[in-house]
């Protein structure tokens, strides 16, 4: 970015709420229906429809306002939001206006530096969901409307951020928050959580706020980030170059990586907003509030931060453990069953999640679900750290624990799995493959010592994995020294 120059970024996140049926009435929120069938009169805008609030929407967002720190309004009121467009079939959407639920909140975002910022909340507001345009066929557009009254949340943030960076990290940090309450999937190729993001510059040291432009279609953090950076470089050169920047929305094009106009703000229609006369005010007691607040999880920067002082785990292997909140669970739950616990063995079950556990539910490509109850991967921890078996042989345990739910101590027994330490056994592997490698030996008395690893490797192929690599390692190098002539040395 011009070093003249910095941006002002605000964010409006839309997050879909995780209830089974519409904000207003009994309809499916099922996704990927057959298009138009989740539907009913009062989704659809029939005349004299009367929409009921489902309870679920306030409490879902009630969970999000209380871990934001917002201030909850005890009395909010819904305003129809009137606009014409052919996937909005009542003319207008069911939304929150001056007096929405949720205000005046923050949440705190990681920098890449491991730094902390504030970000502030302006608002979140409950709303419904408008049905889809599918313009991207060879015929006219078509409508579904499978997607109209499914309750949404608004998040819109204060004009805090200073970088597409910053931008990212809050982005991935509203997904991180809204998975771990439990009030949406935060699933962005699916749109139950969409961005727009409000952008504009002034040149550094001055207060007054440039001209914004709003950016829609960014359905993914990368594109939020690259959108960012385009339309702040392309503000900046209109400034350089004395021209004027204008209030419009624009539309990011993934495609030629570029920001597009998609209407001027100043000829766009007012929203002509006017309270919803068929619904009620929503009204929420401190008890209901106090009642939420009593139930809401660790959240996962406070989460973070403590895996790392009560595990001693490096920030890497806590951020990847917090991403979702199942993972942190389950990591916990290990190491609760770690018979000798310590803080090698904290970061060895770590390492075995972020590997080989985190590896089979991708390959499952499903929620976090594994089939292994954490004591058999702390059983498994232990029996590696007290070197009663190779990593070679901890990973082929690990399929048959998958394979036959039985304990990893029991397969080790079965099949007599124990690592070998018998040191004259281990000698006479050595000795043979020095023998039969020459090349090898040659290579590592030059001073290419790398060539070390590989020589274990073929002792431990030998034993079929079941030699103590630690002591095959010093035998092998006792037995290289022994040997060294003296013009190597």
């Not at 990290?169 to 699933?187: F, K, S």
């Not at 490698?437 to 274990?456: D, F, I, M, S, W």
Request: aromatic share 6%; with cysteine.
């Amino acid at each position: 970015m011009h070093p003249d120059y910095e941006a002002v970024i605000g964010l409006e996140v839309h997050a879909q709420l995780k209830t089974r049926t519409k904000a207003f009435c009994s309809c499916s929120t099922e996704f990927g229906a057959p298009p138009n069938t989740n539907t009913c009169p009062v989704c659809l805008g029939h005349p004299g429809a009367l929409p009921v609030l489902n309870r679920r929407v306030v409490e879902l967002t009630l969970r999000i306002g209380v871990a934001t720190h917002c201030r909850i309004r005890y009395r909010s009121l819904f305003a129809r939001k009137n606009y014409f467009y052919p996937d909005l079939p009542k003319g207008y959407q069911i939304s929150q206006y001056d007096e929405p639920l949720c205000t005046d909140g923050w949440i705190d975002i990681e920098l890449d530096d491991g730094t902390i910022k504030r970000v502030g909340i302006t608002r979140i507001h409950m709303e419904e969901d408008a049905g889809k345009s599918i313009h991207d066929l060879d015929v006219d557009t078509l409508v579904d409307l499978n997607r109209c009254g499914v309750p949404l949340i608004e998040i819109v943030s204060k004009p805090d951020l200073r970088s597409p960076r910053e931008a990212y990290h809050y982005m991935r940090q509203i997904r991180q928050l809204v998975r771990y309450l439990g009030i949406c999937d935060g699933n962005l190729e699916e749109g139950s959580l969409r961005c727009d993001a409000n952008v504009s510059v002034r040149r550094r040291g001055e207060q007054t706020l440039g001209t914004k432009t709003e950016i829609k279609n960014l359905n993914s953090f990368r594109n939020l980030e690259k959108a960012l950076e385009y339309e702040i470089q392309r503000q900046i050169a209109i400034l350089e170059s004395g021209g004027v920047v204008h209030h419009e929305t624009r539309l990011w094009d993934a495609v030629h990586q570029e920001t597009r106009p998609m209407r001027v703000k100043e000829m766009a229609h007012d929203y002509r907003y006017f309270p919803e006369p068929d619904l009620v005010p929503v009204v929420v007691t401190e008890e209901w509030i106090q009642r939420v607040r009593s139930t809401l999880p660790e959240l996962p920067l406070q989460r973070k931060q403590r895996l790392m002082a009560q595990y001693g785990l490096p920030a890497y292997d806590a951020g990847v453990l917090c991403e979702e909140r199942e993972i942190a669970d389950y990591f916990e739950a290990c190491c609760a069953a770690l018979r000798h616990p310590s803080p090698e063995r904290y970061k060895l079950v770590s390492n075995w999640i972020m590997t080989e556990i985190l590896r089979l539910v991708g390959e499952r490509q499903r929620e976090f679900q594994v089939p292994i109850v954490p004591q058999h991967l702390a059983e498994l921890v232990e029996l590696y750290a007290e070197e009663v078996i190779s990593s070679r042989i901890a990973k082929d345990i690990l399929t048959e624990v998958l394979q036959s739910g039985k304990s990893p101590r029991a397969i080790v027994q079965e099949r007599g799995l124990s690592q070998v330490s018998d040191t004259d056994w281990l000698r006479q592997l050595v000795e043979q493959v020095l023998a039969e490698h020459p090349e090898v030996v040659a290579k590592y008395r030059n001073g290419r010592t790398n060539v070390l690893g590989y020589l274990v490797a073929q002792v431990l192929q030998r034993s079929q994995g079941r030699a103590n690599p630690r002591l095959v390692t010093q035998l092998l190098q006792e037995q290289l020294q022994v040997h060294e002539s003296p013009t190597a040395q």
